[in-house]
């Protein structure tokens, strides 16, 4: 399709700050998940799901790795609305100024 050969005929560089977003966004969805777990774990906390299931921390209590896990996560929190922010103003330059047809099938799907 046309949007497509129009995104063939990016530059380089832009073609890889969109890899780099679309990896950085994948990146940021895990490790949130898995240091928002680790700060329940670390603190010696029973991690509840939906308040049906509560799974113990097989470990005690880590004050200062719990510390570094909540860093960690609110790091990884601020990357993330690093890479929705990047994301759109993207989104915003396919819709406006390269007029190519990627916008549209953003939205869509």
Do not use: C, W
């Not at 046309?2 to 005929?9: G, W």
């Not at 603190?43 to 719990?66: A, E, N, Q, R, V």
């Not at 790091?75 to 690093?82: E, G, P, R, T």
């Not at 330059?93 to 953003?106: I, P, Q, S, Y």
């Amino acid at each position: 399709s046309a949007a497509l050969q129009n995104l063939s005929e990016q530059p380089e560089l832009l073609k890889l700050s969109s890899s780099l977003v679309i990896g950085g966004f994948i990146l940021a969805m895990i490790l949130d998940i898995v240091t928002s777990v680790l700060i329940f774990y670390l603190d010696g906390k029973p991690l509840l799901i939906f308040g049906l299931l509560s799974i113990l921390s097989p470990i005690g209590s880590f004050s200062t790795m719990t510390d570094f896990a909540e860093e960690a996560d609110e790091s990884v929190a601020n990357a993330f609305i690093l890479f929705v922010s990047l994301h759109i103003v993207d989104t915003l330059k396919h819709l406006n100024m390269d007029r190519d047809g990627v916008a549209l099938r953003m939205f869509r799907s």
